[in-house]
């Protein structure tokens, strides 16, 4: 019997609009081994949105508290909110074998590089700023005013997405989540990722 092998972590990044919510929950929802780490953030809950699933939603002072207490792999601040993400949890669901997505933003990325290097990294990209716009003006969530922000704030990111070890446009949403599944799939087939099975393959040689 094979024992399961210590998930990944894949960092996701993309500016907003380019439909990385979406796309990170229907490869959720059709994979069961890949998981994604539940943020905290100092951000008010949107509509629908559920404390613990979609978010910690903690204030800042419980914010701070735990970057006191060192509990954070990587926090950021994103349009005048914290958000962060809990080393402890990303730890627990790796050594259950799941491949865990962080959902990300490029400062939080940049973080997550430099203290695991082992980590993949992969940037959505939309296929045009026309798109970018039209998604964010349709999904009716943000003030003119923000919307505007989230758009010049996009160009830095794009910008970033150099950085980045995998680019995934988002033209079509199967193709661009079979490509999302390809990468973490080729990943766990990674030498590196399968030392403890050749170990126990020769062991009981
Ligand atoms: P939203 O408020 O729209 O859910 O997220 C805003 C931005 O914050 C998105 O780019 C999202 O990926 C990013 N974000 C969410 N959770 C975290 C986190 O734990 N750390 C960092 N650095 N960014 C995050």
């Known amino acids: 019997m094979r024992t399961p092998q210590k998930g990944n972590i894949f960092i ?5 609009g380019t439909g990385k919510t979406t796309l990170v929950s229907r490869l959720l929802n059709r994979n069961k081994d890949i998981c994604a780490s539940v943020s905290h953030t100092t951000r008010q809950p949107r509509e629908g949105e ?3 699933k979609h ?6 002072s419980q914010f701070e508290h735990l970057i006191n207490q060192s509990a954070f792999l990587e926090y950021a601040n994103v349009f005048g909110n914290y958000y962060g993400t809990s080393q402890e949890s990303v730890e627990q669901l790796q050594n259950q074998g799941y491949d865990v997505i962080l959902e990300i933003d490029v400062q939080g990325a940049e973080q997550i590089r430099r203290a695991l290097p082992e980590s993949i990294s992969i940037f959505l990209l939309p296929p045009s700023f026309q798109s970018l716009s039209d998604r964010l003006r349709g999904r009716k969530t943000d003030s003119e005013e923000v919307i505007d922000k989230r758009l010049s704030e996009a160009r830095n990111e794009i910008e970033q997405s150099l950085l ?3 680019l995934v446009v988002n033209d079509n949403l199967d193709e661009a989540e079979n490509n999302l599944l390809h990468i973490i799939k080729s990943n ?6 399968q030392k403890q099975f050749i170990e126990n393959l020769l062991e009981n040689s």
């Not at 996701?12 to 907003?16: D, L, V």
């Not at 766990?188 to 990722?193: H, P």
């Open 12 to 16: 996701i990044s993309a500016a907003s």
């Open 50 to 52: 559920i404390d613990g």
């Open 55 to 60: 978010y910690h939603f903690v204030n800042i």
């Open 164 to 166: 980045f070890d995998y």
């Open 188 to 193: 766990r087939l990674k030498q590196s990722n």
